[in-house]
């Protein structure tokens, strides 16, 4: 079933002032779909008090309330639709296979970009395009770079550090690129 909803505020992005942040209500509680929710979004942030559900898209983050939702670097009017059309999509899906989902009650914290550090080579080589390890970690953990670029990490002396790493990210809910396991 189709979220429907009204926008109740826009306000300014707190994380990026030439982007708007808004909170819209929707029709309905959401809030017993979040640990199938959970489930299904590994890296998504589940807290029970007071329930909410909180995930990243392309750098956005989008956080559900039982009967709100509140998304954040926003462009226009345009991209709240779009993105309500995304997290109703959600929903639906959710809704119709949770016979199928393992509900998860944990938070799902994301990784510490400290703990991911320590596993890196930290050579800050530059090859994956970030000027320290330190920055690629960050924007890894955005979802805006990829493991597979760090280039010494796939190296054999590297190796035990490389599993550490593939497990650490696996066990966060990270999609690892096929060349991960090359």
Avoid: W
Avoid at 11 to 16: Q, R, V
Avoid at 74 to 81: G, N
Avoid at 102 to 111: A, I
Avoid at 145 to 162: D, K, V
């Amino acid at each position: 079933m189709v979220l429907r909803y009204a926008i109740d505020k826009v306000l300014p992005c707190i994380a990026d002032p030439a982007r708007i942040r808004v909170i819209v209500r929707i029709d309905r509680d959401l809030s017993p779909l979040f640990p199938f929710m959970k489930g299904h979004l590994k890296r998504g942030i589940y807290l029970k008090d007071p329930p909410s559900f909180s995930f990243k898209r392309e750098g956005k983050i989008i956080t559900i309330y039982g009967d709100s939702i509140t998304l954040t670097k926003l462009k226009d009017e345009t991209e709240i639709e779009e993105e309500v059309t995304r997290v109703s999509a959600v929903v639906e899906f959710v809704e119709q296979h949770r016979e199928e989902i393992t509900p998860d009650h944990s938070s799902g914290r994301d990784l510490s970009p400290i703990a991911l550090l320590k596993v890196l080579p930290r050579t800050n080589c530059k090859v994956c395009g970030e000027q320290t390890c330190l920055a690629f970690v960050l924007k890894l953990l955005a979802d805006e770079r990829s493991i597979g670029e760090c280039r010494p990490l796939f190296t054999q002396e590297h190796e035990r550090e490389r599993s550490v790493a593939l497990n650490l990210l696996l066990e966060s809910g990270f999609d690892l690129p096929m060349s991960a396991y090359l």
